[in-house]
């Protein structure tokens, strides 16, 4: 199961790292993407990246503002924001296959984690 951590409510400019871990099931070899949802939008892709971290995407609101890494040894991904703004607030979501068709599609992945909330205050 993925489990995803590190939301909260911070001011606009602010920053949180998100945190995605696994039990009973390795990482290895999975890509990673990391989706959010608005209260009455649809569920987005924010970024994704796959095991060698060769192949990545993320969405164009991002604008440098989040990256993506992952620990292996920890079995941990990460998405660290910075320069947040309200319309970030989201609950954000980790993903996890091992060969989704579309780095940026939801439907493409077959694990995902329960949520973690992300508030920006203006």
């Known amino acids: 199961q993925l489990q995803a951590s590190g939301g909260g409510l911070v001011q606009t400019g602010g920053s949180l790292r998100l945190s995605c871990s696994a039990s009973?099931?390795?990482?290895?070899?999975?890509?990673m993407g990391w989706f959010r949802q608005a209260p009455g939008k649809d569920r987005e892709f924010v970024s994704a990246?796959?095991?060698?971290?060769?192949?990545?995407a993320s969405a164009g609101f991002v604008e440098g503002r989040f990256t993506n890494s992952r620990d292996n040894a920890k079995n941990t991904v990460y998405l660290q924001m910075n320069r947040l703004r309200p319309e970030d607030t989201a609950v954000y979501y980790c993903?996890?296959?091992?060969?989704?068709?579309?780095?940026?599609?939801?439907?493409?992945?077959?694990?995902w984690g329960q949520g973690t909330q992300v508030t920006v205050s203006s």
């Open positions: 993903a996890a296959d091992r060969g989704p068709s579309s780095l940026n599609r939801a439907g493409d992945y077959a694990y």
């Open positions: 009973g099931r390795t990482l290895n070899n999975y890509t």
């Open positions: 990246t796959n095991w060698y971290g060769v192949k990545t």
